[in-house]
């Protein structure tokens, strides 16, 4: 259970020079923090499962963008599924709290499967691409060194190796709060990918595969 002590006195301890400036610590205010995180995560998630990339705090307006990050979109859901049916603090209150998640969950995991996932040239497994790897998508817009403007598609055919990693975590627990959400073959796949192609033989994870090129 989290108390001041717990939380600030190990910093108190570390840092004399914060002894005074450390605030106390309040329980209420915490909890009214994951209240007001967590129903925003929901309220920035439209019906199709995608999350509002940046919103304006002035006035409230989602910022469109053509490079949106599958690695953000599946470490919200993470965030979401930890915060509202991991967490033993929340336990007892995720009927207030959490009222929004089931939905919320669903729908962004469904765009995380219709619309980053798709087969890898030539290896018989699926993977999460960044943006995305629809083969009509040319790729987001980038600026070139003597000022034109074009779409690289190399961009729009990658796979991060983040990507991987945090979709498997996601999709997962998903799995474990909304059963049969997420084909479990799928998440296997995800995993295979990265243990067989990404990984180096001294253990470390080459950063991005790019299906058409060398690692």
């Given at each position: 259970?989290?108390?001041?002590?717990?939380?600030?006195?190990?910093?108190?301890?570390?840092?004399?020079?914060?002894?005074?400036?450390?605030?106390?610590?309040?329980?209420?205010?915490?909890?009214?923090?994951?209240?007001?995180?967590?129903?925003?995560?929901?309220?920035?998630?439209?019906?199709?499962?995608?999350?509002?990339?940046?919103?304006?705090v002035e006035d409230g307006e989602a910022r469109e963008t053509d490079d949106y990050n599958v690695l953000r979109h599946t470490?919200?859901?993470?965030?979401?599924?930890?915060?509202?049916?991991?967490?033993?603090?929340?336990?007892?209150?995720?009927?207030?709290?959490?009222?929004?998640?089931?939905?919320?969950?669903?729908?962004?995991?469904?765009?995380?499967?219709?619309?980053?996932?798709?087969?890898?040239p030539n290896l018989e497994l699926s993977g999460v691409y960044n943006p995305h790897g629809d083969p009509n998508y040319l790729?987001?817009?980038?600026?070139?060194?003597?000022?034109?403007?074009?779409?690289?598609?190399?961009?729009?055919?990658?796979?991060?190796?983040?990507?991987?990693?945090?979709?498997?975590?996601?999709?997962?627990?998903a799995n474990q709060v909304q059963p049969g959400l997420v084909e479990w073959g799928t998440v296997e796949q995800i995993g295979?990918?990265?243990?067989?192609?990404?990984?180096?033989?001294?253990?470390?994870?080459?950063?991005?595969?790019?299906?058409?090129?060398?690692?």
């Amino acid at each position: 259970h989290l108390t001041e002590g717990t939380v600030l006195d190990p910093l108190r301890e570390r840092f004399p020079a914060l002894r005074a400036e450390l605030p106390a610590f309040d329980v209420r205010r915490v909890d009214r923090s994951i209240d007001r995180a967590t129903r925003y995560l929901c309220a920035a998630a439209d019906e199709d499962g995608k999350f509002a990339y940046e919103v304006k705090v002035e006035d409230g307006e989602a910022r469109e963008t053509d490079d949106y990050n599958v690695l953000r979109h599946t470490g919200a859901i993470y965030a979401l599924v930890d915060s509202c049916y991991f967490n033993e603090q929340t336990a007892s209150v995720r009927a207030k709290y959490c009222a929004c998640a089931p939905e919320t969950i669903r729908n962004t995991v469904q765009w995380v499967v219709r619309e980053a996932i798709f087969p890898i040239p030539n290896l018989e497994l699926s993977g999460v691409y960044n943006p995305h790897g629809d083969p009509n998508y040319l790729g987001p817009t980038v600026r070139q060194p003597d000022g034109t403007v074009m779409q690289d598609r190399a961009l729009a055919a990658r796979l991060p190796l983040g990507g991987q990693g945090l979709a498997m975590i996601a999709l997962s627990m998903a799995n474990q709060v909304q059963p049969g959400l997420v084909e479990w073959g799928t998440v296997e796949q995800i995993g295979e990918f990265v243990t067989q192609h990404l990984q180096k033989d001294d253990g470390s994870f080459f950063t991005f595969w790019f299906p058409h090129k060398e690692p």
